[in-house]
Nanobody, 128 residues
């Protein structure tokens, strides 16, 4: 399984950015996929997930501003980020695992220990 994120950049507060995650090496058609964010010195935070049926879940911190989606083949995962808030050098990771983790996610939320496969991360800085 290989996940490769891209699209990270430096943007001004209030701006927009779209991250991509290219997935290969497994059958992504039924996988659960998610985006995580990690600020320097802090724990990795799950911010958005999408199930094989297209159902999406968002953390309260990004709800209404971020949108998770995939292309038709589900080989590319996207995160559209609008109205970005000031932040330091946050790393954004995509992650995936089999759809069975959906049951645990309903109880536990988007937490990192549920996901086995990770990308290397892409950096986003939101600063004026």
């Amino acid at each position: 399984v290989q996940l490769v994120e891209s699209g990270g950049a430096s943007v001004q507060p209030g701006g927009s950015l779209r991250l991509s995650c290219a997935a290969s090496g497994y059958s992504s058609s039924r996988a659960t996929m998610a985006w995580f964010r990690q600020a320097p010195g802090k724990e990795r935070e799950g911010i958005a997930s999408i199930d094989s049926d297209g159902s999406t879940t968002y953390a309260d911190s990004v709800k209404g501003r971020f949108t998770i989606s995939t292309d038709n083949s589900r080989n590319t995962l996207y995160l559209q980020m609008d109205v970005l808030k000031p932040a330091g050098n946050d790393l954004y990771y995509c992650a995936t695992d089999n759809p069975l983790i959906g049951h645990a996610m309903k109880k536990l939320g988007i937490i990192s220990r549920l996901f086995s496969f990770w990308g290397q991360g892409t950096q986003v800085t939101v600063s004026s």
